[in-house]
């Protein structure tokens, strides 16, 4: 692989293919420009964070497999919630 990914991320994703997963995956360029090839991978955009070349997308883990293939993919990481301390 040509991106990063932890080796946890990457085992839960190869090892549960069925199982649905939220990940934001940080590209190379206009993310907008992804967008189709993200859903020909059977994945949903949530989400496009054109500033930060960012997509959150949700899936198949099979699919985030077969994506961080891609040479346009630089990182995948959990979709985690944020949480503000008041």
Do not use: C
């Not at 199982?19 to 420009?33: C, E, K, M, S």
């Not at 992804?34 to 883990?61: H, I």
Request: aromatic share 6%.
């Amino acid at each position: 692989m040509g991106n990063e990914m932890t080796p946890e991320l990457f085992e839960r994703l190869r090892d549960e293919p069925d199982r649905d997963a939220d990940l934001i995956v940080t590209v190379n360029g206009d993310p907008n420009h992804y967008v189709p090839q993200v859903r020909a991978l059977g994945l949903e955009v949530k989400r496009v964070f054109s500033l930060t070349q960012k997509l959150a997308l949700a899936g198949p883990s099979r699919s985030f497999v077969a994506l961080s293939q891609e040479d346009w993919v630089i990182k995948l990481e959990d979709d985690k919630p944020i949480r503000a301390i008041s």
